[in-house]
């Protein structure tokens, strides 16, 4: 798509990275994006690759911090299309704060967390989302507490989208990111995204044989009785809408933020550009 940067991704091959990212691109091209509207800001981690291998506008981040820039952006700039990217260490343990409070904010961004339930670019430390059982060089017995539920306290943070899907489900997980996008508020997406190097437990086949579609089980992601069952459902591993409010309305909205930016200078975005290229 228009969205792929010239540079090669350092991921390790067959990282669920790649297909995470590839439908994001795919999402924000079908939704009518195109790099000059784009802003993507990540966070610090494998993941956190993905502004330099788009092309967009971009920024690289500070750990667990990706989701108050990309407010910030937003709310300088509300015509652009933000979407912010993570890992699961990044959102959920050093960013669980601001998690919370971009959920309850509800701004008019998507936020993709890339779960592989394992810290990778640090090289296999237990993340928030490892199961209690899980051994790692750190954990050698397992990190013996619960797994953090992130759509669980999305929704108990008052989310108004909370999704999941599946990176290696490339159309599903393109479906699922583009409703995200185009959902008036924060679309929140946790993206099962295997760590092919240190993650031998939670892998493709795993999610494969285990993944159950909400689609195939009558959900109805506006009935916020439903959406609390299936994020409390700790048996099973869902892919799908779990939740969506219907009368969300996205916090510039609330506060009277125009979406008229036509006094900002065009210069501004060009300059913030070549800056952008000159340091990759
Ligand atoms: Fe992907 Fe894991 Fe390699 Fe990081 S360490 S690039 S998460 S496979």
């Given at each position: 798509t228009d969205f792929k940067s010239d540079k090669q991704p350092t991921?390790?091959?067959?990282?669920g990275d790649f297909g995470t990212m590839n439908g994001m691109m795919k999402a924000l091209a079908e939704t009518g994006n195109d790099p000059d509207n784009t802003f993507i800001v990540a966070g610090i981690g494998?993941?956190?690759k993905i502004g330099t291998y788009?092309?967009?506008?971009a920024l690289h981040g500070v750990h667990g911090r990706a989701l108050p820039v990309g407010t910030g952006v937003k709310m300088a700039r509300p015509d652009l299309e933000v979407m912010v990217a993570g890992g699961d260490g990044d959102g959920y343990s050093i960013g669980a704060g601001h998690f919370v409070h971009a959920v309850r904010r509800n701004v008019d961004m998507s936020y993709v967390v890339m779960d592989?339930?394992?810290?990778?670019?640090?090289?296999?430390q237990a993340s928030?989302?490892?199961?209690?059982?899980f051994e790692t060089s750190t954990t050698p017995e397992g990190p013996k507490q619960p797994p953090v539920n992130p759509l669980a306290l999305a929704l108990a943070s008052g989310a108004s989208f909370i999704a999941q899907s599946f990176a290696s489900d490339a159309l599903r997980h393109q479906e699922i990111v583009q409703k995200a996008i185009e959902h008036d508020g924060f679309g929140f997406v946790n993206v099962f995204s295997?760590?092919?190097?240190?993650?031998?437990?939670?892998t493709y086949d795993y999610f494969r044989d285990n993944l159950v579609d909400l689609q195939e089980e009558d959900h109805?992601?506006?009935?916020y009785e439903a959406a609390k069952k299936v994020v409390l459902d700790s048996e099973k591993e869902y892919q799908g809408i779990?939740?969506?409010?219907?009368?969300s309305v996205p916090y510039h909205e609330q506060h009277g933020v125009?979406?008229?930016?036509?006094?900002?200078?065009?210069?501004a975005p060009d300059d913030a550009m070549d800056l952008v290229r000159e340091f990759y």
């Open positions: 991921w390790c091959p067959g990282c494998c993941s956190g788009m092309h967009s506008y592989n339930r394992i810290y990778g670019l640090t090289k296999g928030p989302t490892s199961r209690s059982d295997p760590c092919v190097t240190f993650n031998d437990v939670d109805d992601p506006n009935d779990m939740y969506q409010d219907e009368n125009t979406e008229d930016m036509s006094d900002i200078p065009d210069s």
